[in-house]
């Protein structure tokens, strides 16, 4: 139970340093992100190659072998407080590596068409909310 704990606070810890260096990136680039947005792009990107980069030199084959704690505190802390499409990328080129290239195109082909209509149904839940209000008041 102490154990469970401890990595539960180590990756809140990580999740909170991740969310706090998202925001000031995404500050960083606001001015460059107007039209297009560079910023997440390099929140997603930057987050993808520390993600594989950390994993990697930290395997217990890798160089810097890592313990399980350490591991967890910056994969799934920072990196998932930063951006949670680091896992994702991994995941999917995990299964590349693995040999399993269709069941990693259909990963990324899911996981995008899924989140597009999640993000779509829920915005249209919240539009449907806001005119419900809206014809409420008087």
């Not at 995990?94 to 829920?122: E, F, H, K, P, T």
């Amino acid at each position: 139970m102490v154990d469970r704990f401890l990595t539960t606070m180590a990756i809140a810890a990580g999740g909170a340093l991740g969310s706090v260096a998202r925001y000031w990136v995404g500050i960083g680039l606001a001015r460059w992100s107007q039209a297009m947005p560079w910023g997440t792009m390099l929140i997603n990107a930057s987050g993808s190659f520390a993600i594989a980069f950390f994993g990697t030199l930290t395997l217990s084959s890798g160089r810097y072998p890592a313990s399980d704690l350490a591991r967890l505190f910056f994969m799934v802390g920072i990196c998932g407080g930063y951006t949670t499409f680091s896992s994702f990328s991994l995941q999917s080129f995990d299964l590349l590596r693995g040999g399993a290239a269709g069941r990693a195109a259909l990963n990324m082909v899911l996981s995008v068409a899924i989140c597009m209509l999640c993000v779509a149904a829920g915005h249209w839940a919240a539009e449907m909310l806001n005119r419900a209000q809206a014809e409420a008041v008087p």
